[in-house]
């Protein structure tokens, strides 16, 4: 500061001072009498004359791409939604018309609002809003805030300044509404920014989608950063504000979880210059799905434009305007809608044979979002496949997270995202050049092909493997093309519009690629036999976890099936609606095989069960997305893989609660993402499938020390090591890698790997022959992997269809397959139980059909695998004799994923069995090793 | 019109000066008025004698191997100079997670020289090879933002192969302009992608005092991982810089002054404690004893060490995961 400065400043304190004593430091009372009188006065006097009585009045409104937002009555509806100014003090009324087909509200957290009741669709509501504190406030829609009802409510003191910036020289220098060149609304929401330009005069313009902002040097402009649900930081490079209420500066801001605001005021440019300067949420994940934009600072003379970014209105399929467009994903725990388009009913709607939700259309420089609005997971938005050559490809973010994703797609054909936690969530984009016929499924400008995420590039879409690909993304995300076993008629339809491919199925190309519908693709009213059980009966009960299932007592879905292996009956359904148990995924017994553990996979939640009455013991968190359970056979002590995070929760024997939760990696490092892990017979170890880091884990029991961490799937990216399987005599580890279509074997105790076998060795991805006239065994998508008992045969589903009978090689022999047979759409998971008399079978469950497989590994026990077979099916759709906790509502039977058998047989584990348990048992399935 | 209010970011909340003062026109207050501006007069000559210029080289390592292969990254101080002396014994002679902690003054000039030791290879499809230092708080022209061009549209601000540019090494100039105290966070933000890798250990602190501000006997960084605290401590005397890594065991002596700085980095949003131990929260005149912080926002405060305690994250599965500390008083 200048010494002529300081005069000013200490005159301008003189002139307070002098106001100050006029009123309060003058000795004469009656004086002191008359200035309070005045002072009081003119306080009443002015909030009258300042008090102003605003009335808004709103409409909800459904966008093209199917979000909803709000509208002033009349106009254009925007998100954020139209941003209210007022003063404290000032009377506020609102009305909503809801015209859209949901329920909507109009809620201020932080300020009670006398009726926050629902809105119902074509209905109106007032609301007075209460303005005597100022602040920053979210409104928004309630249930539906995430997929747009949400803007700001900003109030401001009667009079005085609005806010304080740091100048140049450091001063705290306060700023009038009058002073401020332009204001900012920028709302968090999932991963992306919405936002709002209001200029000097009070004129709103919409920035929709991750904007670029603008100003010129020196400009003071105000920022109001807001948020609903997961929380997020702000940070703005290169300029620095006050932290309102304290007199620290800062640069970066928490927003937290729930709803939450800051505003803040700058000088553009203060001391650092002109320039583009970023702003973005700082949560790592967050920047990784695309949570940023640009702050560009203009030299003086420039105009300070902000560039708006990608709207609901513009080029998308149908979109109205010609400006770079967006659509929009939620992400659910809802079967087959994991991602479900914003406007996913009304594009099935279409009458076009869309049965998916998860299918949009867009045009080349469009954006696509996504946003985690009806989950209670951690997901990651990960891409599958993708167009040859498409820039900004993989999208990925390094570990699952809250929140959403945001990403510009310049290059036609498709893109299937999914999430590498849950992998069958599938959600699809096609990039579509409007100048050509047929919807662009792969890269125009090279001659229609795309990419996978494993490596492998330039794949005709024509292709066997791609046609493959295809068809699991449409029977997967539309139930109605999954396989009913109580309907006896499977059926599955693709999309009647045509769209552009590589050449005719399957394998060649032709120039200029090929314009033909999907539908040649068509199954028409395919036979599905009623399922007839095996003739020889098992021991003790099956437990499925018909994962999709829906009961009506729950919005989220999931039951566990309880198949008697004494009779083949379906004898309990457990849905436990008292907890909206959400996506039941795999489970264990304890010791007496009295308490079934139970994880909640799209959730953070482990589940106590009572097994035979199916009543809740107690629903304990554990860690985001909980996969797979085991205990350790020694100690009964629980393990449970934090699929969502980066360590195995364990609870201890006789607890309910977690004690610790040991790191599946070293302290900085990439969290690994264990998924299916398993835990060695003589209870020492867990092996961990790493789904982040691409290896199998081997650590030592009790947390101290990490043996192994192997990378499988010969190096591939994204191979996606995914279940594990053990040697009864734990001499080696079986681990399939999901995209990478292999098995790893590995040394049970050094973790060394020993081979990788190729499960489509027999395959040809290009035309789809399978070597040896069709019968050479293959597996596409690999999943559970477990050992029998005694160590004879692995057995593999894997979700492309195929059950896999693997000879697992004593000592030093290797591993190798001996024989396929078919399995159901969607084949998932295996767990073997004993069969009455001797020997095993392992019991094989499949997500978009609704029976329980049947295999006999070794019908006639003569230690060769190559007669291994199905012997039954069992419906696992309720009949009048099941017990269920709830009413079966929708997909009766549906989601087959984990299942465990009761008694548990396998070595280790079977030994302590309670006595009544192993009265079953031979002496050989009583010690399947040692006899 | 309001009072400016004196910028004091440690302690307590304070304004620029006494409210009462006799009536105007009084040579009492012209008095005042004269002493008031000789006061600042010397402040301001004081605070300009004392603005340093700092010569900086940092370079970049892999470190941290786990055992398996996987490799964290780290930042390294090769010398450091202020008005000339060398002050480069403060620091570890090795990279360290977090990297050297820079503390500078109000007033202060920074030049900062970015070496590549992590990798000399190319740029493929778009996978950045170049790392940078991206710094908050301090005053910088767009050149120095140690971003990719795709952000900042002028160039790769990093030493390394950069997607668009090259550049052995990457020097960037920060002027440590009034307004700027507090403590700030330094990291990647090249690496791999325009997101930089700040999360696989390329981060550490600026710490920018006012003029004339008192020490402390300790001083301690603690940034909040994902899954562990990563710190270090100072000693307020020697200026040594010590103790880098996870979870480190602080120390303090009984009833000494000691500051705390943290940083949170990653994805997740903490909840900090020092176990009974309360303090204000910056800028205010609040005691609390709990604090909320999410990735690179910084809660700086200070206490006086009274009792052994441990610094925890109350956070569900990090508090599993053993995310704590020791804090020693003796």
Redesign the interface.
Known sequence: ?S?NQ??M??G???N???KN?NIY?SKNPSTVLAALLFFVTTLLVSSFALAAVHTISLTAETLPNGQLAYATTGNEAVIPGPAIFVKEGDTLNVTLTNNTSAQVGFTIPGLPLPSSAKVQPGSTKSYTVNTNVAGTYVYHGGDKALIGLFGALIIDKAT??VDSY?????????VMQADLVKQYVLFMVGSTFWGTEIAADGIQKPLWANPNLGAVENDLVRFHILSVWP???F?L??H?WL?H??????????L??GSDSHSFTIKAGS????????YHC???????AGMHG?FRVDPVGGDGASVVGASPYGRILLGPKDEPGLVTFEVTDEPASWFRSTRGDAIVGLGLDIKSKSLEVMSPGSSVNFVMSETNAVHTISTLLWPSGA??MPFDQ??A?RGGAIVKLDTPGLYVFTCKIHPYMFGAIIVDDPETEGLDLGNPANEYRIDLVTGIKNLPTSSDLAVRLLRTFFVATSPSNWQDYSSGLWNVRFPTIPVRISGAPFGNIQAGGLAAPLTILNVVDATLPAPVPPSKFGVGEVLVNTQFEKTAGKTKPGTITIVDATNWTVKRKIALPGINMNNPHNMWVSRDQSVLYQTQWFDNKLTMINRETGALIKNI?V??APSHVMTLPGTDDITVA?NG???I?IIPAGSME????M?T???????AGPHGHWISADGTKIITPNII?G?IGIYAADGSN?H??TTTGLGAPGAHPIAIGMMPDSSKVFATNLLHHSLSVLDGTTGALLQTISLIANYNPIDGTIADNGEGPYGILPIQTPVSPDGKAVVIAATGGQILIVKPGVSDADAAIVTKLDCDPGCHGVNFGAKQNGGYYAYVTSKFSNRLTIVDPDPDNNGDLSDAAIVGYVSLVATEGTAKDDTISSLPGFGGNGVLAVPNVYNGWVQNLPDTWKAGLTDAQKNPIGH | ?????????YGK??RA?NAT?P??GSWL?QLA?AL??IC??SL?LTGKSNAATHIIEMTTKEI?D?????K?MAYQMKSHTIDGTPVTDRYSTEAT?PGPTIVLT?GDTVELTLFNEITNDHSVN?ISKQVSV?V??V????VS?G?LKV????HDEGAGHGPEEYHATYVYKW?I??????T?PYHDHNFE?H?GS????LFGAVIVNPAGSPGFDKEYVLYL????F?GMEIDGTSKQQSKHG?NPSLEAKKNSDVRFHLI?M??D?HTFMLNGYQWF????NILINKA???????HVFTVKAKHDSHYVDKD??NQ???MKGTFNVH
Not at chain 2, 198 to 201: D, I, P, R, T
């Open positions: 500061m010494i300081v005069n400043h200490i301008n304190k003189d307070v001072m002098k004593i430091g005085g300044p740091v100048n140049d020289d450091g001063a705290i220098t306060p929380g997020h930081t940070h490079h290169a620095r932290k209420g304290t007199t620290t500066v800062i640069d970066t801001k928490l937290a979880d001391g650092v210059g002109t320039g583009s300067w970023q700082h949560l790592f994940s967050h920047m990784e640009s820039q900004h390094t570990n997270y968190q860690g985001y934090n995070e980066d360590g929760a977690v004690s610790k939760i790191p990696q070293a302290q900085g490092h990439t969290s880091t290896d990490t192994a961490r | 019109m309001q009072y400016p209010l004196s910028h004091s970011p909340y304070s000066s003062y009536s105007y207050n008025v008031a501006l600042v007069m301001l941290q786990d055992g398996f292969g996987s964290l997670i109000e778009g991206h908050h708080g005053h910088y022209e767009l933002d971003t952000i900042n549209k002028i002027t302009a009034p307004g700027t105290a507090g700030w992608s997101n700040e999360n696989k250990g991982g994902d899954d562990a990563w996870v949170a990653g994805t949003i929260d910056p800028g205010t909320a912080i999410g990735p690179l926002e910084k569900f599965s599993l995961m053993g």
